[in-house]
């Protein structure tokens, strides 16, 4: 690799690891046991570590292949306060991210230590668990605190999910997006903006040899 190849890859880790790209509070590797998604607001409870803002709200899509009907998904905090919500239409109507169907929603800022609520309710689909006993893997957003599952009273429809069976992990469901990872450290900007400066020295050091050499 010379050494303009090898600068842009070390400047292009510096901004992965910064959390540069758009990412799901839970991403399912395996599904846990399914059933119907008619009779809950299904959810979980968490809180950022970091400033973070939610771009998107997601519903569970059992097949990968698109809704049966449509889907409600809402954010809430823990007074029962309705934040913001998304209609998800029926078919590939949302976004597809992992096993989860997406719309965009104007970017809301989260509070660092203030709990969330986030749920989806699923009429005519299939809904599925990761952490509640029901078996199912799953990779979990580092910059989320997770609190534990949450659903709503039996047979109502779309609300707000304020009962929990004690499990540490999610009824899915509902989940979210989030803009990006944590802004990068000082230190991190000065080896990123440093490695750009070097790849540009580089860059000019080799038309210069270009031109003396022609």
Known sequence: MNTVKLLISAASCVILSSGAFA????????PGAEYSGSQYTLG????????????ALGAYDSGKDGLNGRAFVGLWDT?????????????TAGTLDNYFRYNAITPYALVVGQHYIVGAFEPSDLATSWGNGQGGTAALNLHVNYFG???????????????????????????????????????????????????GGAMRARRKTAVTFA
């Not at 509070?25 to 395996?30: D, E, F, G, R």
């Not at 007074?79 to 078919?91: Q, R």
């Open 149 to 199: 599952d949450r659903f709503s009273n039996f047979n109502s429809a779309f609300s707000f999910p304020d009962t929990s069976n004690g499990l540490s992990g999610a009824w899915l469901g509902g989940n979210f997006i989030l803009a990006s990872g944590a802004v990068p450290e000082p230190a991190s900007w000065a080896l990123m903006l440093g490695g750009f400066g070097a790849i």
């Open 23 to 30: 990412q799901s509070a839970i991403s399912l590797v395996t």
């Open 44 to 55: 979980f409870e968490f809180s950022v570590l970091d400033a973070q803002s939610i771009t």
């Open 79 to 91: 007074s029962g306060n309705l934040l913001v919500s998304t209609t998800i239409g029926a078919g």
